[in-house]
Nanobody
Framework: QVQLVESGGGLVQAGGSLRLSCTASGSTSSINAMGWYRQAPGEQRELVAGTNNSGHTNYEDSVKGRFTISRDNAKNTVYLQMNSLKPEDTAVYYC????????????WGQGTLVTVSS
């Protein structure tokens, strides 16, 4: 199996930056894609950014041009660089991975809180 551990959340003022990290351990060769989701209070969890083994990336519209997802395969780590943060970016951010065993399975990290003050 695969385990995901996030770090890097915290409190930042609007306009500031944070970088989230997510390190995978276990059967990392089974990872097909990784990404970041977020969930604000009272809202549904939404995809923020994702990247697959081909290097393709995708972003939620509201973060395009502000957030960048990157992956260091040697460290089994995916990053989310968040710039020009806005109060509406406040949420718990979850690392996510699709792994392929005999079928596709989802793996989630424990979440890290990002709070953007105005």
């Amino acid at each position: 199996q695969v385990q995901l551990v996030e770090s890097g959340g915290g409190l930042v003022q609007a306009g500031g930056s944070l970088r989230l990290s997510c390190t995978a351990s276990g059967s990392t060769s089974s990872i097909n894609a990784m990404g970041w989701y977020r969930q604000a209070p009272g809202e549904q969890r939404e995809l923020v950014a994702g990247t697959n083994n081909s290097g393709h990336t995708n972003y939620e519209d509201s973060v395009k041009g502000r957030f960048t997802i990157s992956r260091d395969n040697a460290k089994n780590t995916v990053y989310l660089q968040m710039n020009s943060l806005k109060p509406e970016d406040t949420a718990v951010y979850y690392c996510h991975a699709w792994i392929v065993v005999d079928r596709y399975l989802e793996v989630w990290g424990q979440g890290t809180l990002v709070t953007v003050s105005s």
